[in-house]
């Protein structure tokens, strides 16, 4: 399973992005797919997720202005990024679980920055 992860870029505080993940294979089995991020010198945190239970979760500090969603047709997974924060600047990986294993993405920068 690969995934590529992309749509990052430079944007202003309040700016919006929205990141896509494309994965290789049929997503519609694979229930858990998340966004994490790593901002320098930081661990990686969980940003949002589509859990195994069919449920979403999201970072708290993201919660009300990040949304994640999932095309199955198109075997992608969203993550729309509202009201940008300088503390969100990270770089950006999406991870799917499938067949007990953990597949990432390479990462996609994200800048927040006047």
């Known amino acids: 399973v690969q995934l590529q992860a992309s749509g990052g870029g430079l944007v202003q505080p309040g700016g919006s992005l929205r990141l896509s993940c494309k994965i290789s294979?049929?997503?519609?089995?694979?229930?858990?797919i998340a966004w994490y991020r790593q901002a320098p010198g930081k661990q990686r945190e969980l940003v949002a997720a589509f859990t195994s239970g069919g449920t979403t979760n999201y970072a708290d500090s993201v919660k009300g202005r990040f949304t994640i969603s999932r095309d199955n047709t198109k075997n992608m997974v969203a993550l729309q990024m509202n009201s940008l924060k300088p503390e969100d600047t990270a770089v950006y990986y999406c991870?799917?679980?499938?067949?007990?294993?953990?597949?990432w993405g390479q990462g996609t920068q994200v800048t927040v920055s006047s």
């Open positions: 991870r799917a679980y499938d067949m007990g294993r953990y597949y």
């Open positions: 294979r049929n997503i519609f089995s694979i229930n858990n």
